[in-house]
């Protein structure tokens, strides 16, 4: 059975520690901190669905991490804006021998070794499903992924989750009134064909995201309050939008607003899709349709962020990407026999086999956020009503759903949808739905669905059976849910089977019930990419059209949840924007918007004789392959 990418990190606010829980024994050892206690927690597992079987998993060693709080104070013109930062240190923890746990703020070794870097050769990742083509302003799914080996952002994530310049040169300055941001560009960089890198080239590529008339990609989602670019010189643009964005550098640091060359674009038109040019280390050579894709080194290049060991051209020849299905146990095995030397993998049984075997190591990460949850489409029949999505969270049984998706291991379960360390995570909100099944049902029985068909399951007062579809993409939740929900509440859950394509399409236009997703991000502004309403109706991962007004990609005028979300991104005080994240967790909770499950967890798989390195940029977890190297003989 395919598992959930879940840990068992939770992470604490202000000055708290890392702490881990685990099935069986888990002792807690120190660094240079004196050992207060040995926790014990049993995690009883009643039963098991169909063939999952319990797996007892020793936990060899925690290694805790220090907290420490720091208050950053950037300042921009006359404006000094706070940013409270939770840095964590010394991080090394252990769930199972082989596999350890960082946190997305710390730069992590591919083999747990120092950097030692040769040159030549080839490194191979994968990606889940062939890319919908390389065009920044229209690509969708996951063609971030191996497009980050392509195209680079002005501003990237890095050690601490703070932003580091990239293809600017500083951190921008914004102007009195907080409506415009200057933003310097480096001066050496060029594109893969040759031109210049400069602010032409930065509005000709803004002047395409914000085209309505073109189809509309992900990027759309992240440069929402971006109104217009201008060119202030040659190597200086200036970001118009149309209230102050404390964000704004996080919008130019999300993954799909990165640079194409408008030379190529002009040329290549449709072709550009296939045959892409940016400013990044890698250009793509090969594309094989459902099979790999295939980079060579961008000799010229030398402008890599600097906080990176290597800033300069990759040290490999080539980098190899295979396009992978979903299947966990066929993509574990592909990675067990050479084809990828570094898999991301969220089956359990897997990648508990593969962390025993000496010859690999497995890296996991515990990530701030959204965690684990499934979000409730409000607008579709039979979650229009309110009471029946409350009935799902008091009726479903999601630490027991969540343990037999994981192979019989406990996992850290949320009840907000924010996990502990998010910063905005409202306390409150975590009271509001237990596991009640009792209550679930007598919430039904008193909104009018009391009768039942001859099948068991409940019918509304017009005749019609209560059916919840849940789209079955393969994800390890999905058939624990539909037993669960049946069997407590008589509710009918449907699961047909959905490629990514068709997927993508029902969820833009909303044909779903509910689907297993999650995200990271340090505080609670990864609520906006999910729930503020211009993100429903287009591309992207926005699912429960919560106050939608049935106008694609625009906001609804009279939508409270925006006024929350849009009002903490124009907040400039830490205090203020945390309490409007509060606010929102509670108001979206208090109307039943998602049932959580656990914290987001990612265990990888490296092999340490075929790969070194460094993994990941930031919390967006990009692979970072320009500080990837060879290190077969």
């Known amino acids: 059975r395919r598992v959930l990418r879940t840990g068992s990190v939770a992470l604490a606010t202000g000055v708290g520690a890392a702490a881990l829980a685990a099935c069986g024994e888990t002792k807690v050892v120190t660094k240079e901190v004196p050992v207060e206690k040995t926790i014990v927690k049993e995690v009883p597992v009643e039963k098991i669905v169909k063939q999952t079987q319990i797996k007892e998993v020793p936990v060899e060693k925690i290694v805790t991490r220090n907290v420490i709080k720091t208050v950053e104070k950037v300042v921009q013109q006359k404006v000094v804006v706070e940013k409270i930062v939770e840095k964590m240190v010394e991080a090394v923890a252990e769930r199972a021998p082989g596999i350890d746990i960082y946190n997305l703020d710390t730069s992590v070794a591919i083999d747990g070794k120092p950097w030692n870097p040769q040159k030549g050769g080839e490194v191979s990742y994968f990606t889940f499903g062939n890319p919908t083509g390389f065009d920044p302003a229209t690509w969708g799914g996951r063609t971030a992924e191996p497009a980050n080996a392509i195209f680079e952002l002005l501003y990237n994530y890095g050690p601490g989750n703070a932003f580091y310049p990239g293809l600017a040169s500083d951190l921008p300055e914004v102007s009195d009134d907080k409506l415009s941001w200057n933003v310097p560009l480096r001066k050496d960089v060029q594109f893969q064909d040759g031109e210049p890198f400069n602010a032409d080239a930065v509005i ?4 395409r995201f914000l ?4 189809p509309r990609g992900h990027v759309v989602r992240d440069i929402s309050g971006i109104s217009s670019v201008d060119k202030v010189d040659d190597y200086t643009v200036k970001f118009n939008t149309a209230q102050p964005q404390a964000f704004f550098v ?3 640091g999300h993954q799909h607003a990165v640079f194409a060359s408008p030379k190529a674009i002009k040329e290549k038109g449709e072709d550009f899709n296939r045959d892409p040019v940016g400013t990044g280390p ?15 080194r961008n000799e010229d290049y030398n402008w890599g962020p600097s906080y990176l060991p290597n800033q300069g051209a990759p040290y490999p020849d080539n980098l190899r990407v295979q396009i992978f299905g979903y299947d ?8 067990e026999a050479g084809e990828v030397d570094i898999l991301l993998n969220w089956s359990f049984a897997d990648y508990k086999r593969v962390s025993e075997n000496p010859a690999f190591h497995v890296i996991g990460y515990a990530a701030p956020g959204m965690g684990q949850y499934l979000p409730l489409n409000t607008q579709l029949w039979p979650l229009d009503d309110l009471v029946v999505r409350k009935a799902l969270l008091f009726g479903v049984d999601r630490r027991t759903v969540t343990v037999r998706a994981n192979g019989g291991t406990a996992a850290t379960n949320i009840s907000n949808l924010l996990v502990p360390g998010t910063i905005g995570r409202n306390p409150e909100a975590s009271k509001l739905y237990s596991y009640d099944v009792g209550k679930a049902n007598k919430l039904l029985d008193d909104g009018g669905y009391d009768k039942k068909n001859d099948d068991g399951y409940r019918l509304a007062p017009d005749g019609r059976v209560l059916e919840i579809v849940y789209p079955d993409r393969g994800d390890p939740v999905v058939e624990l849910f539909k037993l669960d ?6 509710i009918k859950v449907a699961t047909p089977k959905m490629d990514g394509a068709t997927f993508r399409s029902a969820q833009q236009d909303g044909k779903y019930h509910t689907v297993w997703i999650g995200v990271g991000g340090p505080t609670g502004d990864v609520m906006y990419d999910r729930f503020q309403t211009s993100h429903y109706g287009a591309p992207g991962r926005a699912y429960s059209f919560f106050e939608y007004d049935g106008v694609p990609a625009t906001k609804s005028p009279d939508a409270k949840i925006d006024k929350l979300l849009d009002g903490a991104r124009a907040a400039f005080d830490v205090n203020e924007q945390q309490k409007i994240w509060e606010e929102a967790e509670l108001y979206l909770m208090e109307n039943a918007v998602a049932v959580p499950l656990v914290h987001d967890y990612l265990p990888w798989l490296t092999n340490p004789a075929r790969v070194g390195g460094e993994l990941f940029l930031g919390i967006d977890y990009l692979p970072n392959y320009a500080q990837w190297y060879s290190t077969q003989e």
């Open 282 to 296: 890698w250009k793509l050579s090969k594309w094989e349709d459902d099979v790999k894709l295939i980079f060579d």
């Open 250 to 252: 996080k919008m130019l």
């Open 211 to 214: 085209d309505e008339e073109l």
């Open 485 to 490: 929900v049946e069997k407590n509440l008589s």
């Open 328 to 335: 966990m146990t066929v993509n574990a095995q592909a990675f």
């Open 204 to 207: 000709f590529n803004f002047n």
